[in-house]
């Protein structure tokens, strides 16, 4: 059964800081990992999808890495700012049970101290 | 349309009623997941619908809930007889085919009181 972890869960850095969040998942038999943005009270927002040949992926301050061997992904926003708090979350792309299951980790939550 | 639209955004209902969510997935989009995420909680899979298979059920935590996907794009979640334990926010995703992007909807946050 493939399970997702992702720590810290909970981080606070003070603005302007980089930092990395890590995701891990237990069966490297995946097809992508999604990386998401989960605002309170909100859905979640797509920021990055690696696919399972692909090694990075960037857009803007954010840098997404997967080393699919290792089951190991992380995302790193450089130059952090107050409006990046929110909470993060990873989430492979596998088969499972017959379908294409898509299993998120718990999430690490951000805060960005002005 | 545009991304994934859920309705109602917020229901609240007494113990014991059935309720309905829908969710209109993006078009062309043949994958359409349903997930809930109790307060403060990761999300859970409820159910996975893949073009015209027969849908991935085994995350409906009990036989009051179902789901349905008429005609391979709307799809309506139904909870009977309420309880309190399924107060929570219900998400809705869709995908194209094979190994792509999903896009969630904003959510239905339901309370049962």
């Known amino acids: 059964k493939q399970e997702v972890t992702q720590i810290p869960a909970a981080l606070s850095v003070p603005e302007g800081e980089n930092l990395v969040l890590n995701c891990s998942f237990t069966d490297s038999a995946i097809y992508n990992l999604q990386w998401f943005r989960q605002d309170p009270g909100k859905g979640l927002t797509s920021l990055l999808l690696i696919q399972s040949s692909q090694r990075e992926q960037t857009s803007g301050r954010l840098n997404a890495s997967l080393d699919k061997s290792s089951g190991r992904s992380t995302l790193y926003i450089a130059a952090s700012q107050p409006g990046d708090s929110a909470t993060y979350l990873c989430?492979?792309?596998?088969?499972?049970?017959?379908?294409?299951?898509?299993?998120f980790g718990k999430g690490t939550k951000l805060s960005v101290i002005p | 349309g545009a991304g994934v639209s859920q309705s109602p955004s917020n229901k609240v209902t007494e113990k014991g009623k059935d309720v309905e969510l829908r969710c209109d997935p993006i078009s062309g989009h043949t994958a359409l997941y349903w997930y809930r995420q109790s307060l403060g909680q990761g999300l859970e899979f409820l159910i996975y619908f893949q073009g015209n298979s027969a849908p991935d059920k085994s995350g409906l935590p009990s036989d009051r809930f179902s789901a349905e996907r008429t005609g391979g794009s709307v799809s309506t979640l139904t909870i009977q007889r309420t309880q309190q334990e399924d107060s929570a926010v219900y998400l809705c995703a869709s995908r194209k085919t094979g190994g792509t992007e999903a896009f969630f909807g904003q959510g239905t946050r339901l309370t049962v009181v």
């Open positions: 989430a492979v792309l596998h088969s499972g049970a017959g379908s294409y299951q898509l299993t």
